[in-house]
C-alpha cells in the first residue's frame, strides 16, 4: 500500500512539473475552479442540506479544487511508513484512493487544459475539450474511486476509538511539520462523521455523475441544443 500511495504522488508531482514548464497551471487552476462550482450545481440540492454540506466541501476543497496539495503530499511521503504502523488499513485505503483521485483528476485536467487552447472555460467550451479528450474508461474510473473512497472513509469512521486517535495526533502532528496532513485526515473524518448515512449521499452523486459522463460522450449530443452542463 505504502508503494502505491508513493507512486500516485510521484505521478502528480511529475505532471505538475510538466505542466509548469508547458505553461498550463493558470489553465488548470481556472479549470479546476470551474469544475468545484459545476460540481455545486450539479448536486445544489445535497450541498444545501447541511448534514452533507462537509462533505461536499472536503470533496471540493480537498480531493479535487485548486488548492496547493504539495506541502501535503510532502509530508505524506515523508512518513508514509509510520503511517502504514498507525493508522487502520482501511484508513490507508481510504488515503490511497484520495491521492489515486487526484493523480488521475489531475491528469485529466492538463489534457482538458490544453484542449481547451486558452478558449474561456464555459459550458459549451468545457463539453467539446471533454469530448476531444475522451478517455471514457478513465472517467469511468475516475467516478469509481470516489464511490470507493465515500464507502471507504464511512467505514474508517465507524472504526472505535478512531476518532480519539486522531484528536490526539494533533499535537505531535504540528510539532513534527505535519499540521497540514493531519487538517486533511481530520476534515476528512469530520465530513463523513456527520453524514449518517453515506449512502444518501454518495449514491446520488455517482448516479449523476455517469449520466452526466455518459451524456457529453454520446456520440449523437449536439452541445448547442443538447448540453448537460449546469450553467455556472
Known amino acids: 500500500m505504502s508503494q502505491a500511495i508513493i507512486a500516485h504522488l510521484q505521478q502528480v508531482n511529475a505532471r505538475r512539473d510538466l505542466?509548469?514548464?508547458?505553461g498550463l497551471m493558470q489553465t488548470i487552476h481556472?479549470?479546476?475552479?470551474?469544475?468545484?462550482e459545476r460540481l455545486l450545481a450539479t448536486h445544489s440540492d445535497l450541498a444545501a442540506q447541511e448534514r452533507y454540506q462537509k462533505a461536499m466541501a472536503f470533496f471540493v476543497d480537498e480531493l479535487y479544487g485548486p488548492k496547493d496539495f504539495s506541502q501535503r503530499d510532502a509530508d505524506i511521503a515523508r512518513v508514509i511508513p509510520k503511517l502504514a504502523k498507525v493508522l487502520p488499513a482501511k484508513a490507508m485505503d481510504a488515503l490511497d484512493d484520495a491521492l489515486a483521485l487526484n493523480a488521475l483528476s489531475f491528469d485529466l485536467d492538463m489534457q482538458m487544459?490544453?484542449?481547451?487552447?486558452?478558449?474561456?472555460?464555459?459550458?459549451?467550451?468545457?463539453?467539446?475539450?471533454?469530448?476531444?479528450v475522451g478517455r471514457g474508461d478513465d472517467r469511468a474510473h475516475q467516478i469509481d474511486i470516489i464511490a470507493h473512497l465515500g464507502q471507504q472513509l464511512a467505514d474508517v469512521v465507524n472504526i472505535r476509538g478512531i476518532g480519539m486517535l486522531i484528536s490526539l495526533a494533533r499535537r505531535p502532528a504540528k510539532l513534527a511539520g505535519l499540521l497540514t496532513l493531519h487538517e486533511f485526515l481530520e476534515r476528512g473524518f469530520n465530513a463523513f462523521k456527520a453524514l449518517g448515512d453515506v449512502h444518501s449521499f454518495i449514491d446520488p452523486v455517482i448516479t449523476r455523475e455517469r449520466?452526466?459522463?455518459?451524456?457529453?460522450?454520446?456520440?449523437?449530443?449536439?452541445?448547442?441544443?443538447?448540453?448537460?452542463?449546469?450553467?455556472?
Open 19 to 22: 505542466a509548469e514548464k508547458m
Open 30 to 36: 481556472q479549470l479546476q475552479s470551474w469544475q468545484c
Open 113 to 132: 487544459s490544453q484542449a481547451l487552447n486558452g478558449a474561456d472555460i464555459n459550458r459549451d467550451n468545457y463539453a467539446r475539450a471533454y469530448r476531444e
Open 211 to 232: 449520466e452526466l459522463m455518459h451524456a457529453l460522450l454520446a456520440p449523437s449530443l449536439t452541445i448547442e441544443k443538447d448540453n448537460p452542463l449546469p450553467d455556472v
